[in-house]
């Protein structure tokens, strides 16, 4: 077998910056740990594993990844997680006045929204300054899931869930939905979980329209490998290194798994006496995990 000399990096003898130095500027680690990540063979630079702590690295051209997972070497990229409450406009300047993204993301410069939600659902929109991430994780084509909860009038069948599997016609075109589980059912209605990851405009609502059970109530509970977890109405966190390396995969077309599964217990029906049809109780998903890349199994 002959030599190739991309089988393996070569690293840089005076150009770049040492890779333990870049991974402790990116917040994997400190820089004692980053050696010891590096001399473990648990990072590889362009998929090549790198074990010399001399290497140097160009961080706007190589990538890295450390036990398998990419890191973002960019300390100016910013990604965000938002629980949308009701009433609220998915843009950051609303041309009509309405309230819209920009109240919650004052203190942080030039975010935009990854794709939309409509003015009445509310829960998980994920914002970023990234323009090359947020163009996959928003495009049908990348195959992004999004999971939503929807209350609908009405008790839903397993005839209707297969319905919802096998395709729908609606005006724009054929939609199918990814999955979809009963989580709750009465005679007057039901609690539905429903993953796509189509982009359309309110394309859960005219779903459960076409098959006879408008929605009275829908929060987008995951985006790709993001939970909404316990974020508030209004509130906006950070998301970890953990998390936005699960995007980065997730962006590449890999299949990723969120920290935590989603809960089971479905949430708090709408209750009849607020008259809005939208959510009073509690959310029950559990907390992203903030595992950092150095934390090993237990």
């Known amino acids: 077998m002959s030599y190739n000399p991309e089988d393996e990096y070569q690293p840089r003898d005076t150009e770049g910056v040492r890779l333990q130095k870049v991974l402790a500027n990116a917040g994997v680690a400190s820089r004692r740990v980053c050696e010891e990540l590096i001399l473990e063979g648990r990072v ?11 290497s140097r690295i160009d961080p706007s051209v190589d990538s890295v990844t450390v036990n398998g997972q990419p890191v973002q070497l960019d300390a100016s990229r910013i990604y965000l997680a938002l629980n949308k409450p009701a009433g609220v406009v998915s843009s950051m300047r609303d041309e009509m006045g309405r309230p819209d993204l920009h109240q919650f993301t004052t203190k942080y410069e030039r975010v935009y929204n990854v794709g939309r939600l409509d003015v009445e659902t509310t829960g998980l929109l994920l914002l970023t300054n990234d323009g090359d991430l947020a163009h996959k994780l928003a495009h049908p084509s990348f195959g992004v899931e999004k999971t939503y909860w929807a209350w609908v009038k009405g008790e839903i069948t397993q005839q209707t869930v297969n319905q919802l599997i096998s395709g729908i016609e609606l005006e724009d075109g054929p939609i199918q939905a990814d999955k979809v589980r009963l989580l709750d059912s009465a005679s007057d209605q039901s609690l539905v979980e429903i993953v796509l990851h189509s ?11 076409a098959v006879g059970h408008p929605v009275v109530g829908l929060v987008r509970r995951q985006f790709g490998p993001i939970l909404l977890g316990q974020l508030r109405p ?6 970890t290194k953990m998390e936005v390396s699960a995007l980065l995969k997730v962006s590449e077309g890999k299949d ?7 809960a089971n217990k479905p949430i708090q029906r709408p ?12 959310s029950t998903g559990r907390p992203e995990g903030k595992r950092g890349f150095d934390e090993r199994k237990r």
């Open 271 to 282: 209750s009849r006496a607020t008259g809005n049809g939208r959510p009073t109780g509690k």
């Open 256 to 262: 990723v798994k969120p920290p935590r599964p989603i």
């Open 44 to 54: 590889k630079v362009n998929g090549v594993k790198v074990t010399e702590l001399g």
């Open 234 to 239: 209004g509130q906006v966190r950070e998301l």
């Open 199 to 209: 982009g359309r405009n309110r394309i859960v609502r005219r779903m459960f329209e």
